[in-house]
């Protein structure tokens, strides 16, 4: 099982970006997905998921600016974020579950990516 995250990087407030995750060795479609983000000395945290079926959640913190999105015939869950802020930098993980409904707790999460990291600065 593989969970390629790419997409990162040093970007102006008020900036854009957009995360990829690319999956292998599990059947994709099958899979709620969802990312998190771990700031500088903070716990991971819950950022959105999509599930099976497309339906989606996200943090209230990314609320109308955050997007996610899922093709499920490129195994690919994106990250869309507009109208960054400082306070989005973090190292962003993408992961998986077979957990049916769309969930925000991570430890329901058992597929997990490598990481990357968002720079936003001020």
């Known amino acids: 099982v593989q969970l390629q995250a790419s997409g990162g990087g040093l970007v102006q407030a008020g900036g854009s970006l957009r995360l990829s995750c690319v999956t292998s060795?599990?059947?994709?479609?099958?899979?709620?997905m969802a990312w998190f983000r771990q700031g500088p000395g903070e716990e991971r945290d819950f950022v959105a998921t999509?599930?099976?079926?497309?339906?989606?959640y996200y943090a209230d913190s990314v609320k109308g600016r955050f997007t996610i999105s899922r093709d499920n015939a490129k195994n690919t869950v994106y990250l869309q974020m507009n109208s960054l802020k400082p306070e989005d930098t973090a190292v962003y993980y993408c992961?998986?579950?077979?957990?049916?409904?769309?969930?925000?707790?991570?430890?329901?999460?058992?597929?997990w990516g490598q990481g990357t990291q968002v720079t936003v600065s001020s």
């Open positions: 992961a998986g579950t077979t957990w049916v409904d769309v969930t925000a707790a991570a430890h329901r999460f058992n597929y």
């Open positions: 060795g599990f059947i994709f479609s099958y899979y709620t």
């Open positions: 999509i599930g099976r079926g497309g339906v989606t």
